[in-house]
């Protein structure tokens, strides 16, 4: 039922945000986001590509975050910055000229398992501080100033790093984090850092620790009755029914569910990041239902829910823009620069942004 008769406001554009990613992991091949962003940058010529720019700014994207999802578990920032790369072309300050091309919001993610908070608070003077003596870090830098706002530390932090950690306990996670807070703060203390959410146990015992020393928490959705393998077997009649009826069921429950906690533990109400969000249709067979528009629909209930002012959402990224397993934009790169002329064709999921 739409109430057209109620008024909630204007819609914030914030939950309309994308991931761009530049991650470099043995899960995905290097080059193809360290140096092309997935076809979106120009690594021999140091340009992005203007094709994909012109979709990005044909739906007002107005926040990216960046340099993506697990595989910044092996992202080491200190690597991909200065002249003389011959990796990482695609790297931190190049990242920044496209959320300046866009005026976009950046959002960075930071590897908890590469690195520590004394890594994480040479970032922020890297990004924010003046060029002089005081911020030997800020003097690598040939830009002004970034003015970078927002920081997760760490990204699904509880499943481990898909290597050598299976996972991470939610008190270890806390006490890491309010090392990370502190850091952070001390470099620029205008800096709001989140923490990764999970599950409710999850949450509750990261919250009792963190407490007040938390400027938004990190959430991630995926409505999905299954995945992989189960997935495919199963009609998409049932598939699609089950998945929009979680936004409603489950995600505004959590949400409301996650506020309350907030309110007990850190004694007000936090805004929250859904830093990730999509159909979690992971199967190909019989079809791709992520490209779907089933998957669009689904999309579309998320960010309805996203939208209520109740629920406090301050920014959403969709995964994710360009290429990869889930681009709402595509040309079939393969991590080759002859392929950047390739033309891009939109998927469906685009067409709930635009």
């Known amino acids: 039922i739409v109430d057209v008769g109620q008024d909630l406001g204007a819609g914030n554009r914030n939950v309309l945000g994308l991931n761009l990613l530049g991650i470099n992991s043995s899960i995905k091949p290097d080059n193809q986001y360290t140096d092309y962003a997935g076809g979106l940058w120009d690594a021999l010529n140091n340009i992005f590509i203007q094709e994909p720019i012109a979709l990005a700014r044909q739906i007002k994207v107005k926040t990216l975050r960046f340099p993506g999802g697990c595989g910044t578990h092996e992202y080491d920032w200190k690597k991909t910055i200065g002249k003389g790369r011959n990796k990482f072309l695609f ?11 866009l005026n976009a919001e950046p959002v960075i993610t930071l590897s908890y398992f590469t690195g520590g908070p004394q890594d994480a608070a040479d970032l922020v003077e890297y990004l924010n501080s003046a060029a002089d003596s005081k911020h030997p870090w800020a003097l690598k830098r040939t830009a002004e100033p970034y003015g970078v706002k927002y920081f997760e530390v760490g990204n699904e932090v509880d499943h ?12 270890k996670y806390a006490s890491d984090f309010l090392l990370y807070y502190d850091a952070m703060k001390k470099a620029d203390p205008k800096v709001q850092v989140g923490a990764v959410l999970y599950n409710n146990a999850w949450n509750e015992a990261v919250l009792k620790l963190v407490r007040d020393k938390i400027d938004f928490g990190i959430v991630h959705v995926y409505p999905t009755p299954s995945w992989g393998k189960e997935l495919e077997t199963m009609p998409a009649g049932e598939i699609f029914s089950v998945s929009l009826a979680i936004p409603v069921v489950q995600v505004d429950r959590e949400l409301k569910m996650l506020h309350a906690l907030f309110r007990q533990t850190a004694g007000r109400d936090v805004p929250v990041f859904v830093t990730e969000y999509n159909g979690g249709f992971a199967q190909d067979k019989p079809v791709a239902y992520r490209h779907s528009l089933g998957s669009a629909l689904v999309n579309a209930e998320l960010i309805r829910i996203f939208m209520d002012p109740a629920n406090n959402i301050q920014m959403a990224h969709h995964w994710n823009f360009i290429n990869e397993y889930w681009g709402m934009i595509a040309n079939g790169f393969n991590g080759e620069a002859k392929d950047l002329t390739k033309t891009y064709y939109k998927r469906p999921n685009f067409y709930v942004f635009d």
């Open 91 to 101: 790297g931190l300050d190049e990242f920044m000229r496209v959320a300046r091309e």
């Open 160 to 171: 481990g790093d898909h290597k050598d950690i299976k996972s991470v306990s939610p008190e």
